[in-house]
């Protein structure tokens, strides 16, 4: 069973719960030490973050892999794809992570500023832990999308959210950002063994990830280099545009840009969320029903573009109210920012179906030729307005950065299903 419908419900009750969730603990943060504070955390995390772009990909990878078989017929195979990925990641993000807090140690003075060394330092090593657990719980996750259990990812996530929401209340005002960190670690720690339980459940029983095979690896790696240049160049826009306001703005105007970015990033991710929960069965369906692939796009497509105004519109409209709810008072600034992004985030919803074809094709050069052409935008712009003494304006270059590489994903990936001008033919693309 493909499940489409029940996955598309539970991945928007799953973006509510991470509205919820993202409000209080920012506030709870904004509250204990101000917009400041906010803005430390959100600098390490995108410096602490580059780690992740290391990753080979290979959660997504085993996506694509499992999504076309039978659990009740290639159990083994499965569980090969699945160890294969886990454990690679594990041993690689690990790594990557320690590597990385090794040199952001040394040069925090720069990241954060020599005011803010006081709040950045003990929060290192908790936040390193977290991200770890953090990619480990996602790419078990990535399993239960290729199994076609996407409603119970969400589930897993839904009620990771509300335990990392209690911690917060508890943990934070207690340890500050500490406490924030060790929120998520036990979030992410518990929800890697819920979604494991899962996992295990579909494949008929429990067992340990130990189905490790160089063999698999080899053959996922052929497709997850791929997915990785395009992970990495999409991965690294948000931290860049982070270190660019952070540096030239200052940590007040990154709590800002934090907020509103995370803010506008949830209103998109009720479009996006939906899409992706497709890719298992567009995967399945571009090698089995082409028309049935191509109408189930077109059907993702037309529930996009009729609810991007009304949400984006309206967050726009209560971005004032927010603003007062959050920080206490009305700051401009954020207003200005949530309808920059709105407008980017707006593109990237629409387009999204777009962006997901690749992963479930396996043909990743529109993605990676429009990433790579956003990235360069942002990172020329921003640092030509940051040195003209414009940080504010790098937030309108974030947003323009966006609309440019989604239109370019969408017009070089519907082809590959057989739509938009000069389309390929199906069967060489599922090939």
């Given at each position: 069973?493909?499940?489409?419908?029940?996955?598309?419900?539970?991945?928007?009750?799953?973006?509510?719960?991470?509205?919820?969730?993202?409000?209080?603990?920012?506030?709870?943060?904004?509250?204990?030490?101000?917009?400041?504070?906010?803005?430390?955390?959100?600098?390490?995390?995108?410096?602490?973050?580059?780690?992740?772009?290391?990753?080979?990909?290979?959660?997504?990878?085993?996506?694509?892999?499992?999504?076309?078989?039978?659990?009740?017929?290639?159990?083994?195979?499965?569980?090969?794809?699945?160890?294969?990925?886990?454990?690679?990641?594990?041993?690689?993000?690990?790594?990557?992570?320690?590597?990385?807090?090794?040199?952001?140690?040394?040069?925090?003075?720069?990241?954060?500023?020599?005011?803010?060394?006081?709040?950045?330092?003990?929060?290192?090593?908790?936040?390193?832990?977290?991200?770890?657990?953090?990619?480990?719980?996602?790419?078990?996750?990535?399993?239960?999308?290729?199994?076609?259990?996407?409603?119970?990812?969400?589930?897993?996530?839904?009620?990771?959210?509300?335990?990392?929401?209690?911690?917060?209340?508890?943990?934070?005002?207690?340890?500050?950002?500490?406490?924030?960190?060790?929120?998520?670690?036990?979030?992410?720690?518990?929800?890697?063994?819920?979604?494991?339980?899962?996992?295990?459940?579909?494949?008929?029983?429990?067992?340990?990830?130990?189905?490790?095979?160089?063999?698999?690896?080899?053959?996922?790696?052929?497709?997850?280099?791929?997915?990785?240049?395009?992970?990495?160049?999409?991965?690294?826009?948000?931290?860049?545009?982070?270190?660019?306001?952070?540096?030239?703005?200052?940590?007040?105007?990154?709590?800002?840009?934090?907020?509103?970015?995370?803010?506008?990033?949830?209103?998109r991710n009720l479009f996006s969320n939906t899409s992706t929960s497709m890719i298992p069965a567009m995967a399945r369906l571009i090698h089995t029903d082409p028309p049935e692939a191509r109408k189930l796009y077109r059907v993702t497509g037309r529930h996009v573009l009729r609810g991007t105004p009304l949400i984006f519109g309206g967050l726009v409209l209560a971005a004032p109210v927010i603003s007062v709810l959050w920080f206490r008072s009305f700051e401009p600034s954020f207003w200005i920012f949530v309808a920059l992004l709105s407008f980017g985030h707006a593109t990237a919803a629409w387009?999204?179906?777009?962006?997901?074809?690749?992963?479930?094709?396996?043909?990743?050069?529109?993605?990676?030729?429009?990433?790579?052409?956003?990235?360069?935008?942002?990172?020329?712009?921003?640092?030509?307005?940051?040195?003209?003494?414009?940080?504010?304006?790098?937030?309108?270059?974030?947003?323009?950065?966006?609309?440019?590489?989604?239109?370019?994903?969408?017009?070089?990936?519907?082809?590959?299903?057989?739509?938009?001008?000069?389309?390929?033919?199906?069967?060489?693309?599922?090939?």
């Amino acid at each position: 069973m493909l499940n489409i419908r029940r996955n598309v419900i539970f991945s928007l009750i799953e973006v509510c719960s991470s509205t919820v969730l993202t409000f209080f603990s920012y506030r709870t943060v904004v509250d204990l030490g101000g917009i400041a504070l906010l803005g430390i955390w959100s600098t390490l995390f995108a410096w602490l973050g580059l780690s992740r772009l290391g990753d080979f990909g290979l959660g997504g990878a085993s996506t694509r892999f499992i999504a076309p078989l039978d659990a009740r017929v290639d159990r083994d195979r499965i569980a090969a794809y699945i160890d294969t990925a886990i454990i690679s990641n594990f041993i690689l993000i690990t790594g990557l992570s320690l590597i990385s807090a090794f040199v952001v140690s040394h040069w925090l003075t720069f990241v954060v500023g020599a005011e803010h060394l006081a709040a950045a330092r003990p929060v290192l090593p908790w936040m390193v832990a977290a991200i770890i657990a953090t990619n480990l719980c996602m790419v078990i996750n990535s399993s239960l999308f290729g199994l076609h259990r996407g409603f119970v990812r969400s589930t897993i996530m839904v009620g990771g959210n509300l335990i990392q929401l209690g911690c917060v209340f508890w943990l934070v005002p207690r340890y500050g950002l500490v406490g924030f960190a060790m929120a998520q670690l036990i979030q992410y720690g518990l929800g890697s063994v819920a979604a494991w339980i899962a996992v295990c459940s579909a494949l008929g029983g429990f067992r340990l990830p130990l189905a490790f095979r160089w063999t698999t690896l080899r053959e996922m790696l052929g497709i997850s280099m791929k997915l990785q240049l395009a992970n990495i160049l999409n991965s690294a826009f948000e931290p860049l545009s982070k270190m660019l306001v952070s540096h030239f703005g200052g940590m007040h105007m990154q709590g800002l840009y934090e907020s509103a970015f995370r803010g506008v990033s949830i209103a998109r991710n009720l479009f996006s969320n939906t899409s992706t929960s497709m890719i298992p069965a567009m995967a399945r369906l571009i090698h089995t029903d082409p028309p049935e692939a191509r109408k189930l796009y077109r059907v993702t497509g037309r529930h996009v573009l009729r609810g991007t105004p009304l949400i984006f519109g309206g967050l726009v409209l209560a971005a004032p109210v927010i603003s007062v709810l959050w920080f206490r008072s009305f700051e401009p600034s954020f207003w200005i920012f949530v309808a920059l992004l709105s407008f980017g985030h707006a593109t990237a919803a629409w387009c999204a179906p777009a962006y997901n074809l690749g992963q479930a094709t396996g043909n990743m050069r529109g993605v990676i030729l429009s990433t790579a052409t956003g990235l360069v935008l942002l990172a020329a712009g921003g640092t030509a307005l940051g040195l003209l003494g414009r940080p504010n304006l790098i937030v309108a270059m974030v947003s323009a950065a966006l609309v440019v590489q989604n239109l370019i994903v969408r017009r070089l990936n519907e082809p590959m299903i057989g739509l938009g001008r000069g389309h390929a033919r199906l069967a060489e693309v599922a090939a």
